[in-house]
């Protein structure tokens, strides 16, 4: 790491506050241009505590950055993680006001709830499909509180992988049920199609990016929990939307999820 800790914990700091206040915060590359991943993953953990210790419940991960399509969007190359908390789960038909979150935009994706725990740091993608329970259908809600012209993984993986919200489908497949790689996304915005995807596209199977998120866990000494949910990273590019708009994505199979922004 080149940031002191002292640095780091004033940045969470912001963060913190821009969350609370739905606000947008300077680029961090821009003040602090040596800064690196490692740094950026000191700074998302101080403000994961710090929104523990206020009482939010940790529920799970989302992985950020999976598919060609995202990568190619924002223009960076390797995929990210962040955290979800217990207070950032709708479910489909939700009125969600839009508020609560900056630069909002949706993503298609596919969420995993784990049976079992899984470490690395050789996992793969079949030690995966066996710890999964099931899968279900999730919009993802970006929340981005630093400027967007700029940035770099580094700012993003800060910003908790620009994680603001999901908003899960009603249908569960047990990866034994369903070729997830086919898993159709079918995203319009106020009854016009807007973006077109399949599972497959996030790493070859979608599952592929939970058994990355194990083997990079096993880096920090940790690993990926029972019970826990896993946003797998979208196959489509983030579709803008604000107040107003009407939001439906067709899974196929998997069913649709409807939301409405307030």
Not at 57 to 84: C, N
Not at 160 to 171: E, H, S
């Amino acid at each position: 790491m080149t940031l002191s800790a002292e640095v780091i914990d004033r940045i969470a700091a912001e963060l913190a506050e821009a969350d609370r206040a739905h606000s947008v915060i300077p680029r961090i590359t821009a003040r602090y241009p040596d800064a690196t991943v490692e740094d950026s993953y000191a700074i998302q953990g101080v403000w994961r505590d710090s929104q523990i210790a206020s009482g939010r419940r940790l529920i799970g991960r989302k992985i950020g950055l999976t598919s060609k399509a995202m990568q190619q969007a924002t223009g960076i190359t390797e995929p990210d993680y962040g955290v979800m908390f217990d207070d950032t789960v709708y479910e489909s038909g939700a009125d969600i006001p839009v508020d609560h979150f900056s630069n909002v935009r949706i993503e298609v994706e596919l969420a995993f709830v784990l049976k079992s725990a899984l470490e690395g740091p050789d996992c793969t993608l079949d030690d995966a499909l066996a710890a999964i329970d099931h899968a279900v259908p999730g919009l993802e809600i970006l929340n981005s509180h630093i400027e967007l012209e700029g940035r770099t993984i580094v700012d993003t993986i800060s910003d908790n992988a620009a994680y603001g919200a999901m908003v899960l489908g009603g249908v569960r497949k047990r990866p034994d049920e369903i070729d997830l790689r086919w898993v159709p996304g079918l995203l319009f915005k106020n009854g016009e199609i807007e973006e077109t995807g399949v599972a497959a596209g996030v790493l070859n199977h979608p599952a592929t990016g939970v058994a990355w998120l194990a083997n990079k866990f096993h880096q920090h000494g940790a690993r990926l929990e029972a019970g826990e949910i896993i946003l797998a990273g979208s196959f489509t590019r983030p579709m803008w939307v604000a107040r107003g708009d009407e939001v439906l994505c067709d899974y196929g199979p998997m069913g649709t999820i409807e939301c409405r922004f307030v």
